[in-house]
């Protein structure tokens, strides 16, 4: 079997799988936020970045090729993704000690992963419109982090289109694809995956808040490295399944 080369190990890969899909597949965890498997890669928070043979690129949009020699796991790596995870906390309102999220968002994990102590950068503080028109379900958008996770899920997984990322530059934000540009109006339901991909707290479940308490919630007690190797699964999702 052809195999690429993470940080001295040697990871098998089938062909047609990227670099991402062959560390995952192997147990080695490459930080990262906007891809998820069986969605497809989008490539757009950066914080897969690794150096395949001295050049920086993305890990879920590269394909694995034989001959490949990685570096993941490294102090300059590391670094740069933990100022990109502060540029991602300072672009938002993410005040997680009122977040229902807090111990279930996958930023909040990777920040703690990266050793992050604070947001480093000028806060923005956006204000961007929350949408609370649904019965069932509420959109935060000074937490979104625009990875797209729902807009591709809405689109690949449920047949809808119900999301998608309209503005420029700072004006960027989530827009819901209905008349009236309402949630309300849109025809995403709680079945959706989209209404429970949201990495962080900006699609939350209404009547479901802080039910799991702190300190037993999905990053209290597993690493963000183990849960995004499929080894546990969120609360909050566990939770929706039951
Ligand atoms: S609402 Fe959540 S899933 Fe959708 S783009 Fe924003 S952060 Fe990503
Ligand atoms: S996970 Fe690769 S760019 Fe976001």
């Not at 670099?19 to 998820?36: Q, R, S, T």
């Amino acid at each position: 079997m052809s195999s690429i080369n993470i940080d001295g190990t040697d990871v098998p890969f089938e062909p047609g799988q990227t670099i991402m899909d062959a560390a995952l597949a192997a147990g080695v965890y490459i930080p990262h936020l906007c891809h998820k498997p069986g969605i497809s890669p989008h490539g757009s928070c950066k914080l897969c970045t690794v150096d395949v043979n001295g050049r920086a690129v993305s890990a879920c949009t590269m394909a694995a090729a034989e001959g490949q020699k990685i570096e993941n796991n490294t102090p300059a790596l590391n670094e740069v993704r933990k100022s990109i995870t502060q540029m991602l906390f300072i672009e938002g309102n993410h005040l997680c000690p009122s977040c229902e999220k807090t111990g279930d968002c996958t930023l909040q994990a990777v920040g703690y992963h990266l050793g992050m102590l604070d947001g480093h950068y000028p806060q923005f503080y956006p204000r961007r419109e929350v949408d609370a028109s649904h019965p069932s379900l509420v959109l935060d958008r000074d937490r979104c982090i625009m990875c797209e996770l729902c807009v591709r899920a809405s689109r690949e997984v449920d047949g809808k289109d119900v999301f998608a990322i309209g503005g420029r530059g700072t004006g960027r934000h989530l827009i819901v694809n209905s008349a009236t540009g309402k949630l309300a109006d849109s025809d995403i339901t709680t079945d959706d995956l989209a209404a429970h991909i949201c990495p962080v707290g900006a699609i939350l479940i209404k009547d479901h808040g802080y039910e799991v308490p702190i300190g037993r919630r999905t990053f209290d007690l597993h690493s963000v490295a183990e849960t995004d190797l499929g080894e546990v699964k969120l609360t909050k999702t566990r939770h929706h399944d039951e």
